[in-house]
Nanobody, 121 residues
Framework: QVQLVESGGGLVQPGGSLRLSCAAS????????MGWYRQAPGNQRELVAT???????FYEDSVKGRFTISRSNVQNTVALQMNSLKPEDTAVYYC???????????????WGQGAQVTVSA
């Protein structure tokens, strides 16, 4: 099962940009979908964006046109480019790998430890 480590969080002013990166400990080529989720204080964890192994993407409505998810099955990374950030984007952002099988072995969901994104003037 892959281990996931996020990086790139921080403090940014409204309208600014940040790029989050998720590095996997092993190959992600067999993982059907990977995604970014976020959790603000007092709220449930919510889906932000997903990308399939074939490159198809999905975005939650509030981030469409501002965020871009990308995936490299060569570098075993998933990135989230966040532009035009708003205070309501403030949250801990988590990388997720869906369950997958490699040969005869199957693995469950993996989560990263999270990266704090704070959007404030």
């Amino acid at each position: 099962q892959v281990q996931l480590v996020e990086s790139g969080g921080g403090l940014v002013q409204p309208g600014g940009s940040l790029r989050l990166s998720c590095a996997a400990s092993g190959s992600i080529a067999s993982i059907p979908a990977m995604g970014w989720y976020r959790q603000a204080p007092g709220n449930q964890r919510e889906l932000v964006a997903t990308v399939t192994s074939g490159g198809s993407t999905f975005y939650e409505d509030s981030v469409k046109g501002r965020f871009t998810i990308s995936r490299s099955n060569v570098q075993n990374t998933v990135a989230l480019q966040m532009n035009s950030l708003k205070p309501e984007d403030t949250a801990v952002y988590y990388c997720k790998a869906d369950p997958y099988c490699s040969g005869d072995v199957c693995y469950g969901v993996s989560w990263g430890q999270g990266a704090q994104v704070t959007v404030s003037a």
